[in-house]
């Protein structure tokens, strides 16, 4: 059960849209279709959700988040980036083992 | 409104035990799946554990298997988590959440920190 891998920060300026990789494997990404979500996480509060499903928003987050998969890569982006969006993101996946996985981690910066 | 509070954190000496608690409201508590996930200070996300609906099934993290156990009781809308042989590794906020096989975090609690020291 290792982290999924995310790149450690992506940068962009406002306005700009900027992609966010999760790398797995086949036990995990790679073989649930659908069982991909995604958080973001402001500094000192709780993770909130803000995809799940690979590509499905819940009700009230911004339509500029969209997620996609590929093979053992799923993909959260950004689009029209906003000062607001400067937060750290995880991704998650379920796993062949009836368990979940987190990603690394990447820290979003709004230049 | 869905609120998870999570309780029971604090400081505690290695080796000792806790148990965390998390109240639920504004859902039906005994329809959902439910997880705790972990942060250390500084780091990433951890899946902890989940539970079924009735209890029936609970799946952990290898690396906590056998000093983590999680329960539930849907009389009092309630998710605990038994923490044995605590480590200074194990110090971090735990969260409560509700989960789908979707999203291992559809809402979640403020968090309770443990200190191991």
């Known amino acids: 059960q290792s982290a999924l891998t995310q790149p450690a920060s992506v940068s962009g300026s406002p306005g700009q849209s900027i992609a966010i990789s999760c790398i797995g494997t086949?036990?995990?990404?790679?073989?649930?279709?659908?069982?991909v979500s995604w958080y973001q996480q402001h500094p000192g509060k709780a993770p909130k959700l803000i995809v799940y499903?690979?590509?499905t928003r819940p009700s009230g987050v911004s339509t500029r988040f969209s997620g996609s998969k590929s093979g053992n890569t799923a993909y959260l982006t950004i689009s029209g980036l906003q000062a607001e969006d400067e937060a750290d993101y995880y991704c998650?996946?379920?796993?062949?083992?009836?368990?979940?996985?987190f990603g690394t981690g990447t820290k979003v910066t709004v230049l | 409104e869905v609120q998870l509070v999570e309780s029971g954190g604090g400081l505690v000496q290695p080796g000792g035990s806790l148990r965390l608690s998390c109240a639920a409201s504004?859902?039906?508590?005994?329809?959902?799946?439910m997880t705790w996930v972990r942060q250390a200070p500084g780091k990433g996300l951890e899946w902890v554990a989940n539970?079924?609906?009735?209890?029936?099934?609970?799946y952990y993290v290898d690396s906590l298997k056998g000093r983590f156990t999680i329960s539930r009781d849907n009389a009092k809308n309630s998710l605990f988590l038994q923490i044995n042989s605590l480590r200074a590794e194990d110090t971090a906020v735990y969260y409560c959440?509700?989960?789908?096989?979707?999203?291992?975090?559809?809402?979640w609690g403020q968090g309770t920190l443990v200190t191991v020291s």
């Open positions: 499903d690979v590509t």
């Open positions: 998650c996946s379920y796993t062949n083992t009836d368990t979940y996985v």
């Open positions: 539970i079924k609906e009735d209890g029936s099934e609970r």
């Open positions: 504004g859902f039906t508590f005994s329809s959902y799946w």
């Open positions: 959440t509700s989960t789908n096989v979707a999203a291992a975090g559809l809402h």
């Open positions: 086949s036990s995990d990404v790679g073989n649930y279709y659908k069982y």
